[in-house]
Each structure stands twice: as C-alpha cells, then as structure tokens.
C-alpha cells in the first residue's frame, strides 16, 4: 500500500522582455514596475484557493505572485513592490507527478499572461548581471525595526540576487517529533543535496569561478529548512515555526536547492527530499554545516570525495524508504540523480558550457518550453 503524502512545489523565474536573451532584455528591481506586470497579476488563477498563505498583506494570493522586497511606511502601511522576480506555487498535490501536472499548467499560464506584457521568463540560482540591490529610500525607523524583529526579511540584497525553488513536504499521522527530527536531517545534510543542484556560476556577467554563487553566499543568512507545527512553542528550534492554519500543520520545507531549468530533475529533488523525511535509518549528531563546508561546494562540489559518498548514502537511504512505502514511481526518479552524481555532473556545468560557446547568461524560458516555440 503507497504510503499517503502531500508535495508543493514554490518556484521562482526571473523576468525577461519576450524572447530578449541579451543581457539588456533580463528586468528586475532596477528596470522593471509593478505597473508593466498588472496585466499578469490582475485576477489571477488561485486567488481563492483557501490551501494556500496569502501573506498579511494578501500579495501572496494566487497560484503566482510578485517576489522581491516589500517597503513599508514610516507608520508601518506596506507602499511598494520592488520586483526581483515571479514566483509559481502549487496547492499541495497527493504526488510528485501531480505537483510537476501542476506547475506545468500554472507556468503556461503564467506564461501567456506575461506575453501580454511583453515579458518572458528565465532560469538561474543567481542573477547574471544586475548590480547588488540597495535600499532606495533607505530603511526609515519601522522597516529596520520590522526586519530585525522578522529574519525572513533581512538580507534582502542577497535575496533580490537568488531563486531557489522551496519543496513543501507533508506527511499526514507524522509526529511532531518526526517532524522536528526531519528538519533536523535535511538541515544538517543541507550543502551535500545541494550539490546536484548548482545552477548560479555567473555573476557581473562573467563566470565567478565556482559553480553557484548563491550556494556560497545564502549558507550563513538564510535556513536551509523549515518546520511548521501548531504547537511550536514546545520546540524551541530555531527552524521550526508556528502552522499558520491547520492544514499548514507537519509542513516541511526544504529552501535550499538552486533553481534548475529541468523539469525531471525538480521531480528527482521533491521524490529526494520525501524519502528523506521517510527515512529512518541514518543517523546524524544534528549541527547546521558551517559556511566553509556550503563554500566549498558550492565552488568545487565534488573535489572532497566525502561529498559523493554522503550523496551516495543519502540517495540510497531515501529510495530504500520511498520502496518501503510502496512509492515506487517516486524512487524511479531517484536514478536520475544517481546518473548525474556518477558523471559528476550539475546544471551550472551545463551552464558554463552554454556561457562559453554563445555568450548565454542563464537559461531563457520556463521549465518546459512554449506551445509555439
């Protein structure tokens, strides 16, 4: 008997003029408005699907919604969007293939609705070019009070610099307690599941000389998991955080895989991270990795051969679970990964590879591409 669950997949897209891909065509905070997007904001899919957090100001109603830096008034009345991107959430699916079914329909969606506005999307973990965000006006006394008080909007000159999809897993009669011990795992194996996963090796428009540069720079500002109890008070973690509402209750949310232009490998990284949560067999002394560890893999991943066997480990662990539970398409994905780890092989060498032949700063377009592409 399959072993019942939910996946929801938060991906995050730059934005682009339609089918620009130089380096002029690519928008964000700098050169881009809230008022070009209406067109694609206004009335969008989803507004009323209850399974989903809109945020306390509503701007995360919908199945997409802009994604950057919120300005506050000196009295606290949000005034402005500063856009950094578009991002796509699904409602939560009962599996891997459903939620993938899902973005897939929400993207073409999005997609033409964008094309109204003479816009496209792209894919990289790290803007290609744009110059590092600053606050204009700067923070007045309430913003730099609120971002204090709340961690997930500080270090918004890295975060308007980054995308990195958030895969939301959730298994129904889990435990709290296994809900924290997954947390746990995920956050302190956190720079080894990555690995597979770099997808930001250009920065000012020239390779950096590693192969994510938001790897290397968000390890020590941004959690690499979440967990989300209605009794979190009884957990005093620092990852693990209060169920806005019921059904967010036992949500685990793994934050720290770059964005990849690959569909078949987010399946592999969702079919990943729930085995894993499945697990019960590795055993770890829980630490969050210091930033030389994420560093290092993040410029050369696979010069320590620990790290191919630590993913070797964790790939076998999380398909032994994923069989044991009956989700057998779920642990088919897994040889993907098992494929790229044996050819040492991420999606920024791909990228680098693009960069030098033609000049290609990230990848242009969505997940799958156009219908009249």
């Not at 700098?30 to 100001?57: F, V, W």
């Not at 499945?278 to 055993?283: F, G, Q």
């Not at 398409?329 to 032949?357: H, K």
Request: hydrophobic residues 40%.
């Amino acid at each position: 008997m399959q072993k019942e669950y939910r996946v929801g997949i938060e991906f995050e897209y730059w934005l682009t003029q339609y089918r620009n891909k130089s380096a002029a065509g690519i928008k964000s905070f700098d050169n881009i408005t809230l008022s070009e997007l209406a067109p694609a904001l206004n009335n969008r899919p989803g507004m009323d699907d209850a399974s989903l957090h809109k945020g306390d100001a509503g701007i995360k109603a919908g199945y997409w919604y802009v994604e950057g830096d919120e300005r506050f008034s000196p009295e606290g009345k949000l005034i402005a969007q500063v856009i950094k991107g578009i991002e796509i959430r699904t409602p939560p699916a009962k599996s891997v293939t459903a939620a993938l079914d899902f973005l897939q329909i929400i993207e073409a969606q999005l997609s033409e609705r964008l094309k109204a506005c003479g816009l496209g999307l792209a894919i990289s973990a790290y803007h290609p070019v744009s110059p590092r965000y600053q606050f204009n006006p700067p923070l007045n006394a309430w913003e730099k009070a609120f971002r204090e008080e709340h961690a997930a909007f500080r270090h918004a000159d890295l975060v308007m610099q980054t995308c990195g999809p958030d895969i939301n897993i959730s298994v129904p009669e889990m435990s709290d307690a296994r809900v924290v011990h997954a947390v746990e795992k995920l956050t302190f194996f956190a720079p080894y599941l990555v690995a597979l996963s770099l997808n930001g090796p250009l920065e000012n428009g020239q390779l950096w000389g590693g192969l994510s540069r938001r790897t290397a720079l968000r390890s020590c500002h941004r959690p690499a998991c979440k967990g989300f109890l209605t009794n979190s008070a009884v957990y005093p973690h620092d990852f693990i955080y209060p169920a806005r509402n019921e059904g967010e209750h036992g949500r685990i949310e793994f934050k720290a895989f770059d964005a990849v232009p690959d569909p078949a490998l987010m399946g592999a990284f969702c079919a990943w991270i729930l085995g894993l949560v499945l697990d019960d067999t590795i055993s770890f002394n829980y630490s969050v990795q210091p930033d030389a560890r994420f560093n290092a893999i993040a410029r050369e991943p696979f010069a320590d051969l620990t790290v191919s066997t630590v993913v070797e480990t964790l790939l076998i662990a999380a398909r032994r679970a994923l069989e044991q539970h009956g989700l057998l398409n779920e642990a088919a994905r897994l040889q993907l990964l098992s494929e790229r780890l044996a050819n040492r092989m991420t999606p920024a060498d791909e990228m680098i590879t693009r960069f030098l032949v033609s000049g290609e700063l990230m990848h242009f377009g969505g997940l799958w591409p156009e219908q009249d592409a």
